[in-house]
């Protein structure tokens, strides 16, 4: 039989180009936002963050855009190589500075040679 | 790799059983959290503690509940398990606040099965 939940969204990537992943996040008292990566059979691998007085922030091959108007999280990666493959999750802050945080449901990246 | 560490890595038990999950902590943080994913779906979380207390906790029923050691270590115990509490369990640390730093760092979880 079917299982639930296993209908992640999948973005399919080919190797070089740029991925952009997104996600509506629901609180709008929600102050700081995080991506993380995790691959299968490992926990969550944090990615970057932003907190909501930014609109955006960059790293290392990656970059994050907020737009509190549309409470709207984006997370744009260059170059995407197959190391890059993975689920990517957004979480925001539930409303306190202790980090207890509110996952989105993910996106399923899948890196094409 | 994080710093946090979980065990066992996989869990197998029957409905109504009892079942005891432990973490520990990044040197240094003293602020556990733990979360539950279920298959293809993002963490939910369950509670947090710090410095042995509980401080904050999610949509989850009493029968799940915690402990948080003097050396920051946490244990997550769930009674009267049920088909639904099949799920990978994750546990994340951070430093307390006053910290600059909210990154939390998470383990490679434990996977349940209840049969």
């Known amino acids: 039989g079917e299982s639930v939940g296993l209908h992640l969204p999948t973005l399919s990537v080919q190797e070089g180009d740029n991925s952009i992943i997104n996600c509506a996040y629901s609180n709008s008292a929600s102050d700081y936002f995080i991506w993380y990566k995790q691959e299968s059979g490992k926990g969550p691998q944090f990615i970057i963050d932003i907190r909501s007085n930014m609109d955006k922030r960059q790293g290392q091959r990656v970059t994050v855009l907020l737009n509190k108007t549309v409470k709207h999280l984006s997370l744009q990666i260059a170059a995407t190589q197959p190391g890059d493959s993975a689920v990517y999750f957004c979480?925001?802050?539930?409303?306190?500075?202790?980090?207890?945080?509110?996952f989105g449901a993910g996106t399923q990246v899948v890196v094409t040679p | 790799e994080t710093g946090v560490t979980q065990s066992p890595t996989h869990l197998i038990k029957t409905r109504g059983q009892q079942v005891t999950l432990r973490c520990s902590s990044q040197s240094g943080h003293n602020t556990v959290s733990w979360y539950q994913q279920a298959l293809g779906q993002g963490p939910q979380f369950i509670f947090q503690?710090?410095?042995?207390?509980?401080?904050g906790r999610g949509n989850f029923p009493p029968r799940f509940s915690g402990l948080q050691f003097p050396n920051y270590s946490s244990e997550l115990n769930v009674n009267a398990l049920e088909l639904d509490d099949s799920a990978l369990y994750l546990c994340?640390?951070?430093?307390?606040?006053?910290?600059?730093?909210?990154?939390?760092?998470f383990g490679p979880g434990t996977r349940l099965t209840v049969l």
């Open positions: 503690y710090y410095r042995e207390e509980e401080n």
């Open positions: 994340a640390s951070r430093p307390g606040p006053g910290n600059s730093s909210d990154e939390q760092f």
């Open positions: 979480a925001e802050n539930l409303g306190d500075s202790w980090g207890k945080l509110q």
